[in-house]
């Protein structure tokens, strides 16, 4: 059974501080995703990472993918409070292209 | 964008009847399509898988006769809690497979 370790599971920090969030497995996955969710709400893609080192921007927030495609990383630089969500990794399985998630960061930044 | 229509958004039912919960792929056609259930603060877990025209695929520990799914056409997956009660009280929430995996905005189901 493939497994992602998501870590950690809740995170609480002040506006301007920065944090990493790591997603760890013993498989490898040809690709991994990145995922926001709001309360009451589907999640919402972020970024997909598919080669092994790849290092993905958007704004503030850095995705990096190890180079044995079995981790990956979100770093959040200078948070705000309009980050707060819960963040969720999720790679595909190898069987029936099933969608496997983390355990999800629950982060809350406050003002 | 791909877009997965998910109703209803919410519903409160009473302990012992049937609820459905309806699953559209809007712009695209979806031959497979998941179904997932998340507690408060927590991540999805993968219910089951539902494909069209044949009989859906379920998770380890899913009760596959409490949890009907029905994929009966390549736009359109059902997933029916039969008998809930309050502990299948949770939010549901389906994914359909395009390019990528697209996302409906979730059922909050309130068992009483």
């Known amino acids: 059974t493939q497994l992602l370790e998501q870590s950690p599971q809740f995170l609480s920090i002040q506006e301007g501080e920065n944090l990493t969030v790591y997603c760890n497995s013993s498989s490898v996955f040809s690709s991994l995703q990145w ?27 850095t995705f990096q993918f190890g180079d044995a495609r079995k981790d990956s990383s979100l770093h959040i630089t200078a948070a705000q409070p309009g980050d707060t969500g ?17 355990q999800g960061t629950e982060l809350s930044v406050k003002p | 964008g791909a877009v997965v229509s998910q109703h209803p958004s919410w519903v409160i039912c009473k302990s012992g009847t049937s609820v459905k919960i309806e699953c559209r792929s809007l712009d695209f056609q979806a031959t497979t399509m998941f179904w997932y259930r998340q507690f408060p603060k927590q991540s999805l877990m993968l219910m ?65």
């Not at chain 1, 919402?44 to 958007?58: M, P, Q, S, W």
């Not at chain 1, 819960?86 to 595909?92: E, T």
């Not at chain 2, 029905?70 to 809690?81: E, F, G």
């Open chain 1, 35 to 61: 995922y926001r969710q709001e309360p009451g709400e589907g999640p919402v893609l972020l970024v997909t990472v598919v080669t092994g080192g790849e290092v993905k921007k958007l704004k503030r927030l």
């Open chain 2, 48 to 112: 089951a898988t539902s494909n069209e025209g044949s009989k859906a695929t379920y998770e380890q520990g899913v009760e596959k006769d409490k949890f009907l799914i029905n994929h009966a056409s390549l736009t359109l997956s059902t997933l029916t809690v039969t008998s809930a009660h309050p502990e299948d009280s949770s939010f549901y929430i389906c994914s359909a497979r395009d390019w990528g995996y697209t996302f409906g905005s979730g059922t909050r189901l309130t068992v009483v």
């Open chain 1, 86 to 102: 819960l963040y969720l990794c999720a790679g595909v399985g190898s069987q029936g292209g099933k969608l496997i998630f983390g």
